[in-house]
């Protein structure tokens, strides 16, 4: 069962702050219902919001979709790694990227495992993940 501890997310924050200084981004690590670790990025030099605005316009002109741009925050898919070879085919989002790979790497850390098993219906992992991109009553501040 999904569970995080506050010990256990105390372990974590010093990759996950690495991440961030490494980075140049301001951000807080918390567990909202004791099942998952968030992290919140509330201000940096990379541009998220462009980089996902970028993709979802690329999706929709794919799928025939109307695009509505993002504007001011959004959730990231914290379990979607970036392949070596995309980063390398688009050097405008590579640092974006990077940086949320290195960060789902910290926010696992030592301590995730996962063993689910969809063919049984048996879902077993230790916390879930989410990596917020600003807040919906406080933006990400792009710094330029």
Known sequence: MAYITQEMKK???PGINNVLKKYGCKGSISTPNR?????????????FIGKANENAQEHCEMT????HPIEGSYQENPYRYATQSEIELNPTIHIADQFLNELRDAMRGTLYYNNDDMMSDYFDSAYFMSINI????KHYQLEV
């Open 64 to 67: 025939g979709r109307t695009f």
């Open 11 to 13: 372990e974590l924050a």
């Open 134 to 137: 600003g807040k919906w009553n």
């Open 35 to 47: 099942t998952s670790l968030c992290v919140t990025i509330s201000q940096g030099p990379i541009d």
